[in-house]
Structures are given as C-alpha cells and as structure tokens.
C-alpha cells in the first residue's frame, strides 16, 4: 500500500505541550487543509517516529489522541486512515457539510490512580493454563451447573485458610462469601446493616465509594479526622454520646487511604473497646494487606479475639490483578446469611470457574511466588518513588515513605488549590486525584500520589512536571 504523505513539523521541546499533542496538531492540520483526505493511509509508527527523530511511542500516543478525537480510523491488518466522517464535518438540516470547531478531548498518558497494581506482573499465563485444565477435567459438566450463593466451598477452604495463617483470624468457609470485588461486598454489608436514618462513622479522608454504598443503604456518614496514628479516637467517642443509631464504622487500618498511615495498636484497641461496649459494627477493609515490606503486618482488628462485632473485607483483585474481580467478606454466621440471601437476588452465584483456577494457583503454589516476587518489585519501585519526590519535591511538601500499599500521600507545606494544579496537568496528559474525591469539606491539603502501575520512565516524568505545576502555584499563594 503506497503512503507518500510525509509530516512536516517543528516540535518544540521546550514546549509546555507534550510532542504527541504537537505531532497530533500537525496531522490536523494537514486533513484541515486538505493535504491528506479521508481516506488517505498514514505511515507507520515506526516510519513516522524516524521522520520526526522521535520514540516511537511518543509517535502511538498521538495516533491514540487522534483515534479517540475520531480524525482516523484503524483497520485490523490494514493501517491507520483518515476518518470519512471528520471532527469538524456535521450535515445541516438540508444534509450539506458545514464546519464546526472540534473540541480536543483529553487523553490520560500519566494517571496517578489511587494505588493500582502494575497488571503486567499478573501471572496470566499460569491463570490461562489453570482455566484451560478446568474445562479439561472429565467432571467439568459439574461446574455448569448453579452452586452456592456464597462462592464454590473448597475456594472459600482456602480463603479462610490463608486468612487463619497469615492473618491470625479464626474462621471457618460457612462465614465467608466470594464477591465480585471489595466494592460488591461492601455493597452488601451495607444493604443487610444500615436503613434510613442509620449513622456511619467514616475516616475523613477516606474512600468514597465505600461512602456511596452506604449512603445508598439510606445510612449518613459522620466523617472523622486521620492523623500519623490512624482515625482519632477522641472524635469517634464524641459522635457515640452525641447519636444513638451509629451502626459501624469503616476503617482502613492496615494502609489508611489515602494517607498510607497504619493504625497505632492503641488506638485498635481502644476501636475494639469501644464496638464492644456500644454494639456497632467496624466495617474492616483490608484493601492491601499483601503488600507490606516491613518485617511482619500487623494484624487485622478481625484477628482479635476479643473483638466481637467485626466485619472484614478483602481482594484478590491487588494479589493478581484489577481485571480479576474477586474479593471477599468476612463476618458472623448470621450476616454471612443474610449477604447470602441478597446475593442470590443481584448475583445468583460468582465465577465458579475462575474462583477453580484461582483455587489451583494458590494450591501449585503460584500465588505464594507470586506475591513474594511482586512485592520485591513494589517495595523497589516504592525507593525509586522517593527518591524522585526527595530530588524534585523537597522542600515543597511533606511526605512519609509508606512500610506498604502502593502509593505516597504527600502534602505542600501551604494550602494550594489542587484543581488548578489538575488542571495544568491535565494539558500535559497526567492526571492526578484531587483532594474532593477523597475527602469531606473543607478538603484536605493533601494528595494520594501512586507508584504501582507506572513505569519508572513515567514516574519520573510525572513527578517532574507535578513539581513545576506545584511551584508555579505556590508562587501564587
């Protein structure tokens, strides 16, 4: 296929915009003028990156832009061409082409998410070999069939075994139910503990959409303030004598998010003295337990003994990756029926099959190296991390290297406002979490920063331009 069409432009590296948005500009330019057509094949990645003398990465990224903006289409086996319908092209009311301004939609290359796993360590060719074994078993028919609302009983088994071993909790499959993700089952807690006009105690800040599920269970939220021992006590025990219909209190003690901080062991104490005596529930979640780099985690509030009214939430989702939605909830017999019952009305059943494979690779000893190999890898990335927030951020704000989890909370040393801050990120193709989305007003001055799915290329070149962002703003302070 012949493409003579060849890009003339002057990137400008000193630019404050990226050079894929200025390669994207240029190939606008040219179907705006007419010099490539719809229709018209581009070159190559790799022919269009040694025209420019540019990564050709740099060279996919602005493709990207201009295939999400729809200025070309992509053919399988074929190439990239300019789209027939245009950006700018729409039919009036008598079917005649009439130009309009097409707005630039934004394309994340950075995104600072909220502490995700880097997916490319997932073992996915050991979970496909496990999956194609299942289907390959002469009882496989068995499977197809509907089995127990609260998850396939031998992978529940396991569940309670890990968490016996290396949680110190004591508790058996009958009072656990596999659910889609944490997110499921923090849906489901909800929906069987809180009616309209129950109150919630929640970290502040702390994760919303833990917040919407119980605000969506008519429950309303009493929001309490984190500092470097965890959530403060002395607010929690103000709210008991001033309502009586607190139901629970969500917690995320391991690696409070989004601050990172641990719960002192004092303070897990005083939370179990106090749910004891008061009769309210403390919704755990454990959103990262594997992830520690310390000698040893410490143990969830579930594995006291004399704790009586603790209802623990985990993942699989972190160990192996988000894609894999498997989480976990652990609470008394009669919670676990009635999550069950309600389980059986929104969700008859869990992936059984992946639930089997997911059994297998825990069995062969697959998640075990896994995990082991993972965390080297987090707990390197975690040095590289602040390393770069020491060069680039010192002395503009404040920060703790976390023992575990897979994220920074860093906070600037005056307030800032972080949506302009956002805001010129955003021209650059990162994206950040702001502090609205995790907190109550008036909003926290600080910002979860992660590592875990960014390569270290990126990390550094997010960092850089966070920091010049910061500097910028602070100069307007």
């Known amino acids: 296929m012949i493409r003579p069409w060849n890009l003339t432009v002057h990137l400008d590296t000193a630019s404050d915009q990226a050079l894929y948005v200025q390669i994207a500009d240029a190939i606008i330019v040219d179907i705006r003028s007419g010099r490539l057509k719809s229709g018209d094949a581009l070159p190559g990645s790799r022919i269009l990156a040694k025209q420019l003398q540019v990564n050709r ?8 832009v201009l295939l999400n903006e729809e200025w070309l289409i992509a053919k399988e086996r074929k190439g990239t061409f300019v789209a027939h319908h245009l950006p700018f092209q729409r039919s009036n009311r008598k079917g005649q082409l009439v130009e309009e301004i097409a707005v630039p939609k934004s394309v994340d290359r950075i995104r600072f998410d909220d502490g995700h796993p880097d997916s490319r360590l997932a073992p996915i060719v050991e979970l496909a070999r496990a999956y194609r074994q299942i289907f390959n078993r002469k009882a496989k028919w068995q499977m197809m069939g509907y089995t127990h609302p609260l998850g396939d009983e031998e992978f529940r088994r396991a569940i309670a075994q890990m968490l016996n071993h ?3 909790m004591q508790v058996m499959e009958k009072q656990i139910c596999i659910t889609r993700g944490s997110q499921m089952a923090m849906y489901l ?3 069987c503990l809180f009616k309209k006009g129950d109150y919630v105690i929640v970290e502040n800040p702390g994760y919303q959409p833990a917040w919407r599920a119980f605000e969506q269970a ?5 929001p309490v303030q984190v500092d470097r021992e965890g959530i403060r006590v002395e607010e929690v025990e103000a709210y008991l004598q001033k309502y009586d219909t607190i139901k629970a209190l969500y917690t995320t003690p391991h690696h409070q998010y989004p601050t990172t901080v641990t719960m002192s062991r004092q303070r897990r104490q005083e939370l179990i003295r106090l ?3 008061k009769g309210f529930h403390l919704i755990e979640d454990d959103y990262d337990n594997e992830f520690h780099f310390g000698y040893r985690p410490i143990l969830p509030l579930a594995s006291y003994a004399e704790a009586k009214h603790v209802i623990y939430i985990g993942t699989m989702s972190k160990v192996v990756a988000p894609a894999l939605r498997i989480g976990f909830l652990v609470g008394r017999d009669e919670l676990i029926e009635q999550v069950g019952d309600l389980r059986k009305i929104i969700d008859v059943q869990g992936d059984t099959i992946m639930e089997q494979a997911v059994l297998q690779l ?3 000893g697959t998640i075990k190296r896994h995990l082991k190999k993972a965390t080297t890898h987090y707990k390197i990335k975690r040095d590289f991390m602040a390393q770069l927030l020491n060069e680039h951020l010192h002395g503009i704000v404040d920060f703790q290297i976390p023992d575990g989890g897979m994220a920074f909370w860093i906070v600037p040393h005056l307030a800032i406002n972080w949506r302009n801050v956002a805001n010129e990120l955003a021209l650059k193709g990162i994206r950040i979490i702001t502090p609205d989305q995790y907190s109550l ?9 992660s590592y875990g799915s960014l390569s270290e290329d990126r990390l550094t070149e997010g960092v850089v331009a ?3 962002a910061l500097k910028a703003e602070l100069s307007r302070v």
């Not at 990465?57 to 990207?64: I, K």
């Not at 008519?218 to 009493?222: D, E, Q, R, V």
């Open 166 to 168: 290396q949680r110190g």
């Open 466 to 468: 966070l920091a010049h």
């Open 218 to 222: 008519g429950a309303h939220l009493l």
């Open 275 to 277: 749910s004891n005596e």
């Open 362 to 364: 825990i069995q062969e």
């Open 57 to 64: 990465n740099t060279v996919v990224e602005a493709l990207n």
């Open 189 to 191: 807690v909800a929906q």
């Open 441 to 449: 007003p008036p909003y926290t001055n600080g910002i979860r920063l």
